[in-house]
């Protein structure tokens, strides 16, 4: 994500029913390859969706899996017990009570899942957009989606991740999945969305929209009056803009061309992009400079603010992290290909820094950032990128471009770490760097 200003942070409100999960002994990630079934229709003006979805799994893991959670993301935007995401009529599992401020849903499942056992849970969903111009709102007759799905929670070697909704940064930590979406809707709005979509007529002024995604961390959507224009890159990759009415003609042009030859720049540094198409969607009334979502991504018209989502197509997208508890992995390294891309080369990055305390560092979490708001962007976004220019420059532009385009192809799809990305740079080069790592607070 990029922020353009950081307006508000409820640190209460994000930190209510957080709880310390229980440890669990088998550091494995799961439940794994997640498999989520959705059909959801829209009233007249895509603002209300109501349906159902289910979520197949596997437990990857030695330990017995008792239960899973859902994540219900964008109840952080309403007012818990009152939210904008409602779950009913579970199967599969018995649910508990809303956690973590609403955002978080205990299934306990019939029996223990034991390694390589598979399970399922549905349930009806209704999801109402609230009004902002904002990863999940409505500017007017434009609806965001953004994290509006129920996901799986991630248990690891840590327990489970309950971690809070942040709206600095993100929360979100996810295993690549499947998605399977059908959409339908008024004819009268086009719905940009993760994955490759193929419209069909639905009853009577009706457009049934099916997005079919694999291998992606989450889905989002759009639903509104767009204007669409369509390109292609030299690559073959499908590039969609879609504006509001606001966005000129020539703004979308540009934002086209920007998307057409980012995308390229990127896959030529850190692998081809795996997926058919990406859709752009642009207004400028965004209070942030962009988010990003796996093929989908906001923006205001910024051509720095685009090449840096697109970015985070491959540093977040396809190389996974955990966003709430290491934002550098996909932010730091994001901007570090917006560098690249527009050729530079962060000569001049340490002018005017400043360390707030012994306690601010780069690898900080959200929990960090979310107490020390005004400091995440300059941290985490220009300070980590230019730790990323000074580890190119100490052990030169070869290797780094080296290392970081084998470090994608080994965690494609996979999940990145800080302690994996230290252990990859250090293979990658015979300089010592650990005074490199402790100099940039990493």
Not at 7 to 23: E, H, K, W, Y
Not at 138 to 150: R, V
Not at 239 to 245: A, K
Not at 254 to 277: C, I, Q, W
Request: hydrophobic letters at 40%.
């Amino acid at each position: 994500m990029i922020r353009r200003m950081l307006t508000f942070c409820a640190i209460v409100a994000l930190l209510a029913g957080l709880s310390t999960p229980a440890l669990a002994a088998d550091a494995t990630r799961t439940p794994g390859s997640p498999s989520y079934t959705v059909t959801l229709t829209s009233d007249s003006s895509g603002t209300t969706w109501t349906g159902h979805e289910s979520v197949s799994f596997t437990n990857l893991s030695a330990d017995p899996l008792n239960e899973v959670y859902l994540r219900l993301w964008d109840n952080f935007h309403g007012s818990c017990p009152s939210t904008p995401i409602t779950v009913t009529n579970v199967t599969g599992g018995t649910p508990s009570p809303l956690t973590v401020a609403c955002t978080a849903l205990k299934i306990t499942l019939p029996a223990p899942l034991a390694q390589g056992q598979n399970g399922s849970v549905g349930f009806d969903l209704s999801i109402v957009v609230p009004s902002g111009a904002d990863r999940f709102g409505h500017d007017g007759a434009y609806n965001f989606i953004g994290n509006a799905l129920p996901v799986l929670a991630v248990r690891d070697g840590a327990g489970w991740h309950l971690d809070p909704y942040t709206n600095n940064g993100e929360s979100f930590y996810q295993l690549a999945s499947d998605y399977n979406v059908t959409l339908d809707h008024p004819s009268s709005l086009l719905v940009p969305a993760t994955g490759t979509s193929v419209d069909t007529p639905g009853s009577a002024g009706r457009t049934i929209t099916t997005a079919t995604a694999t291998h992606v961390r989450e889905f989002a959507w759009a639903a509104g009056p767009f204007t669409k224009t369509t390109g292609t890159t030299s690559t073959g990759v499908t590039v969609n803009v879609f504006r509001v009415s606001g966005v000129s003609s020539s703004s979308a042009t540009s934002m086209m061309n920007t998307a057409k030859n980012s995308l390229v720049a990127h896959a030529d540094r850190f692998g081809a992009y795996p997926y058919d198409e990406v859709d752009v969607v642009l207004d400028n009334n965004f209070w942030f400079g962009g988010m990003e979502y796996p093929g989908f991504v906001l923006d205001v018209v910024s051509s720095t603010a685009l090449a840096h989502e697109l970015a985070h197509q491959w540093w977040y997208g396809i190389v996974g992290d955990d966003e709430y508890n290491t934002p550098w992995l996909d932010e730091s390294f994001a901007d570090y290909a917006t560098d690249l891309y527009r050729g530079v080369s962060g000569t001049n990055c340490w002018n005017s820094v400043s360390w707030q305390s012994s306690a601010e560092k780069i690898s900080n979490s959200m929990a960090y950032w979310d107490a020390h708001p005004s400091r995440y962007s300059t941290v985490v976004y220009t300070y980590g990128k230019c730790a990323l220019h000074d580890l190119r420059r100490l052990i030169g532009t070869s290797t780094m471009q080296t290392l970081l385009h084998d470090y994608a192809a080994s965690h494609w799809y996979g999940i990145s770490t800080v302690a994996d990305f230290k252990a990859a740079a250090q293979a990658a080069t015979t300089v010592d760097l650990s005074s490199f790592w402790t100099t940039h607070r990493i």
